[in-house]
Nanobody, 125 residues
Framework: QVQLVESGGGLVQAGGSVRLSCAASGRTFSNYVMGWFRQAPGREREFVAR????????DYADSVKGRFTISRDNAKNAVYLQMNSLKPEDTAVYYC??????????????????WGQGTQVTVSS
């Protein structure tokens, strides 16, 4: 089992920045690909970003590319999402997720076995 706890959400003005953190406990953190997803009211949960086990490879949704940065610290069992130039449409509950195994596509929610409880990010216009 892997337990994931997100933090760092809140209310921010458009154009501002927020850094989300996700603390992991349980099994060896470096064994897992880590992802960030978000879910706005009335919408399906969607992929935001993911990072490889060693942190060398990352992937972003087109909607956040160039504004968000995912990173991880395997020594601290943590993954981060730096969110800059925020827009009202970024408002959502943000979830971190952990996935094991070898996959070609890490964007589907089904690629991940473990999920945090989510943290709300609200961007005001």
């Amino acid at each position: 089992q892997v337990q994931l706890v997100e933090s760092g959400g809140g209310l921010v003005q458009a154009g501002g920045s927020v850094r989300l953190s996700c603390a992991a406990s349980g099994r060896t953190f470096s064994n897992y690909v880590m992802g960030w997803f978000r879910q706005a009211p009335g919408r399906e949960r969607e992929f935001v970003a993911r990072i490889s086990r060693n942190g060398y490879v990352s992937d972003y949704a087109d909607s956040v590319k160039g504004r968000f940065t995912i990173s991880r610290d395997n020594a601290k069992n943590a993954v981060y999402l730096q969110m800059n130039s925020l827009k009202p449409e970024d408002t959502a509950v943000y979830y971190c997720a952990a996935g094991a195994g070898g996959r070609m596509n890490w964007r589907p929610t089904g690629a991940y076995e473990y999920w945090g409880q989510g943290t709300q990010v609200t961007v005001s216009s």
